[in-house]
């Protein structure tokens, strides 16, 4: 059972830019991570976000540093661990 981390689209606070930058993950690819643990930063309209894990599992990352993001769209996901 794979959850995926998505960008909430609040953190838009205007239409102007409709587009972010995935700064950094905070963990390495295929750790462990817990609920509501920050896994990554990203960047939207010149501010900093944490991005916090939906869900206990194994990290899965699918868009590197740099990457171009978007309201709700999906950057990882967690695998439950069973």
């Not at 930058?21 to 896994?39: K, N, Q, S, T």
Request: aromatic share 4%; charged share 20%; net charge negative.
């Amino acid at each position: 059972l794979e959850t995926d981390i998505t960008i909430p689209a609040e953190l838009w606070n205007t239409n102007i830019l409709p587009e972010g930058l995935l700064e950094r993950w905070i963990f390495a690819d295929a750790a462990l991570v817990e609920a509501g643990d920050p896994v990554a930063a990203v960047r939207i309209e010149g501010a900093l976000h944490d991005i916090m894990a939906p869900s206990r599992g194994r990290l899965h990352i699918s868009s590197w540093p740099n990457s171009v993001i978007e309201p709700g769209s999906a950057i990882g996901t967690i695998s439950r661990i069973i």
